[in-house]
């Protein structure tokens, strides 16, 4: 069983099209809260994934660690999850507007950043993690059938800093759009950490350069939603929604 946005909400399946997407400077780090029904170990997994996203530019964090606890939220519809929490939680029920075979999904706003020029992107300004538990079982330490936390963790984590799949399947990366059940890939390879330096690391020199000066002008467009599916066998999808 496959289900997918209506034809008529405006969705878009992007695939690797999609707009250049980051937060900026002023937003980092995240303050990506934990849901309170994950136990304590998988808290520390999770803080420890985290971890492993701030190491990759010198000198500067993603993410903040430890994370802060946060009652988990069980919507009926994803768009609900808009609010002034960044958070990873646990879906029971999962969405009749999301693929079923989802392992986990990333949804993110955002607002297009001059749009039509070619600095065109889109900043985030809000994300959360859904795990889908009512279809999937999740471990630290997965048995046949089960998948593992840290590592879906660490693949969302990505697409909650704007990264997009990897989908040259010969390039090892926590991004491939994929993971097969027991599969462990808890470790950023070095084509992660170029790719997150190359949208962020000049983005936070120059913040770090210029604190004082003033920046030029934005031109802000349109609001966009976003939707990533992580599934097990791919083909993951990548939608970008107009609210």
């Not at 001059?114 to 997965?142: K, V």
């Not at 790719?195 to 802000?220: E, G, L, R």
Request: proline share 5%; glycine share 4%.
């Amino acid at each position: 069983m496959q289900n997918s946005e209506p034809a008529n909400s405006g969705s878009a399946d992007l695939g690797t099209n999609s707009l250049n997407s980051k937060w900026e400077y002023s937003n980092l780090p995240l303050n990506v809260m934990i849901s309170a029904d994950f136990s304590e170990e998988e808290v520390a997994a999770i803080n420890d994934m985290e971890g492993s996203w701030n190491s990759t530019v010198d000198n500067f964090r993603f993410f903040r660690t430890p994370a802060s606890i946060t009652p988990n939220l069980d919507y009926s519809d994803i768009v609900n999850y808009a609010d002034n929490v960044l958070g990873v939680y646990k879906s029971y029920d999962w969405f009749s507007n999301v693929s079923s075979d989802a392992l986990a999904v990333t949804q993110y706003f955002g607002r297009k950043i001059n749009p039509g020029t070619s600095a065109e992107y889109l900043e985030i300004t809000h994300a959360d993690i859904i795990m889908n538990y009512r279809f999937y079982t999740f471990s630290l330490n997965p048995s046949f059938g089960a998948y593992d936390l840290p590592s879906v963790i660490l693949h969302e984590l990505g697409h909650v800093l704007g990264l997009k799949h990897v989908y040259d399947y010969s390039i090892e990366s926590v991004m491939q759009p994929y993971l097969l059940s027991q599969t462990q890939e808890r470790s950023l390879y070095v084509a992660d950490e170029i790719a997150i330096n190359d949208k962020y690391s000049s983005t936070v020199t120059s913040a770090i350069k210029t604190k004082n000066v003033i920046q030029p002008k934005k031109v802000i467009g349109e609001n966009v939603r976003g939707i990533i599916e992580m599934r097990p066998n791919g083909p993951c999808v990548h939608r970008q929604i107009l609210p």
